[in-house]
């Protein structure tokens, strides 16, 4: 099983609808996850970062943790066409990374 | 500047030749990290280096890759005798806080083409 894994996509959404992206990870000790998006040709940039188990919301951003299930995602709300990127999961301490989803926003 | 700075932008080399990347990562950043992103793909993990502890080589995918951390700061990622299939976009990272808590800022990457 890879460590990080993450539904490639490509995932359409359309505008102004809720984008929810989903990643599974494989170790059980990891204690932080990173959501980093990455525009066609750019460098990753990190959006947000959740260590405790439950939602953490910040504007239009929701990441939610479950240990138990080994899984977080991150919603986004009022999806915007700035929104399409694709976006990766990260996990622990050498930061690895999923294969990213990409994310179509449908004007 | 402030951000992390790698060289060169752009690589055109010969199968076979050996080439050097840079990475100057933000001043004061501890751990500094190196990804390899090939096209349409995600980002493979090469390297980490964290203070003055031995690097985790472990997603270095063969002995032709090695990189180097002098004093703390600037790294180089070494490819000897170079194959197509190491052509990519090899992208550096710095973060002030080891592991766990750190957000890793990232370089605008070396894109590598091999022919």
């Known amino acids: 099983q890879k460590e990080v894994e993450q539904n490639s996509g490509p995932l359409s959404v359309p505008e102004g609808a809720i984008a929810s992206l989903n990643c599974t990870y494989s170790?059980?000790?990891?204690?932080?996850f990173f959501w980093y998006r990455q525009y066609s040709g750019k460098s990753p940039e990190l959006i947000m970062f959740?260590?405790?188990?439950g939602d953490k919301e910040d504007g239009r951003f929701t990441a939610q943790l479950n240990k138990a299930s080994q899984y977080v995602s991150l919603l986004i709300r009022d999806s915007q066409p700035s929104d399409s990127a694709t976006y990766l999961c990260?996990?622990?301490?050498?930061?690895?990374f999923g294969k990213g989803t990409r994310l179509h926003i449908l004007p | 500047g402030a951000g992390v700075s790698q060289s060169p932008s752009n690589k055109v080399t010969e199968k076979g030749k050996d080439v050097e990347l840079r990475c100057d990562p933000i001043?004061?950043?501890?751990?500094l990290y190196w990804y390899r992103q090939s096209l349409g793909q995600g980002l493979e993990f090469l390297i980490y280096?964290?203070?003055?502890?031995?690097?985790?080589k472990s997603g270095l995918p063969s002995d032709r890759f090695s990189a180097e951390r002098t004093g703390g700061s600037v790294s180089t990622l070494t490819i000897q005798r170079t194959q197509q299939e190491d052509s990519a976009v090899y992208l550096c990272?710095?973060?002030?806080?080891?592991?766990?808590?750190?957000?890793?800022?990232f370089g605008e990457g070396s894109r590598l083409t091999v022919l």
């Open positions: 001043s004061g950043h501890t751990a």
């Open positions: 959740i260590y405790s188990n």
């Open positions: 170790d059980r000790g990891s204690q932080s």
């Open positions: 990260a996990v622990k301490d050498k930061i690895i």
């Open positions: 990272a710095s973060s002030q806080l080891a592991g766990e808590a750190g957000e890793l800022f």
């Open positions: 280096f964290q203070g003055n502890s031995a690097p985790d």
